[in-house]
């Protein structure tokens, strides 16, 4: 079984570029996330889909992150402008759906934002 | 609300030594709670997960751990560790069904020989 693909893996840019990070779930994996994972820390949440809806984007910044998932299989997650404090660790991760189903992580794309 | 404290970002063990990382969670729910492992430049890796069949749950590489609703505790063990064990732990909980998972701080896992 094929797992989370994601790219790029890393990724350099200057604040205020913008960048774009994309996800290739688990094929039939209706549920999918992207977090954040800042040096040090665990992953935060960003965005969770269901199918193309989203489910909860609570903690999406808004003003500068946006993500989609037209067809309800890859996404993209957007960031413009960057800035310095966007240099994180970006996981995408895919559910089959169901309270006690585990999630199964991409290998990230490491952001680094000078 | 959903939340999880590692109650030590770091841990030092001998190789061969038992290895205790602990977590303790909040819920308003009944909850789902799992163990992720992530080494250095890899992604993150299930170990083990709760899900109310069972109160002491076996993962891979020999890991365990105990769910403990008196304690609001769900503490990670193995016997005996390996170098390989060295990584990142995560403890991580999920409340409600169709929601994520909320991952705690993590804990470092150093082995030395």
């Known amino acids: 079984e094929a797992g989370v693909a994601q790219s790029p893996r890393y990724k350099i840019i200057e604040k205020r570029q913008s960048v774009a990070f994309w996800c290739n779930p688990i094929?039939?994996?209706?549920?999918l996330y992207w977090y954040q994972q800042i040096l040090g820390q665990g992953p935060k949440l960003l965005i969770q889909f269901q199918n193309n809806g989203v489910v909860d984007d609570s903690q999406l910044p808004k003003d500068r992150f946006s993500a989609e998932r037209l067809k309800g299989v890859d996404s993209t997650l957007k960031i413009q402008p960057a800035k310095l404090e966007d240099s994180a660790v970006y996981l995408c991760?895919?559910?089959?759906?169901?309270?006690?189903?585990?999630?199964?992580f991409g290998q990230g794309t490491r952001l680094t934002v000078v | 609300a959903q939340s999880v404290t590692q109650l030590d970002s770091h841990v030092s063990v001998s190789e061969g030594t038992p290895v205790l990382l602990r977590c303790n969670y909040s819920?308003?729910?009944?909850?789902?709670l799992f163990w992720y492992v992530q080494h250095p430049n890899k992604g993150l890796q299930l170990l083990l997960k709760y899900t109310s069949a069972a109160t002491l749950v076996k993962g891979i590489n020999g890991f365990e751990a105990e769910f403990k609703k008196s304690e609001t505790s769900f503490h990670l063990t193995k016997p005996s560790a390996h170098m390989s064990d060295a990584a990142e732990y995560f403890c991580v909980v999920r409340g409600q069904a169709g929601t994520a998972l909320i991952f705690g701080k993590g804990t470092t896992l150093s082995v030395s020989s």
């Open positions: 819920s308003s729910y009944s909850p789902s």
């Open positions: 991760a895919s559910n089959i759906g169901g309270k006690n189903t585990e999630a199964f």
């Open positions: 094929s039939g994996h209706a549920t």
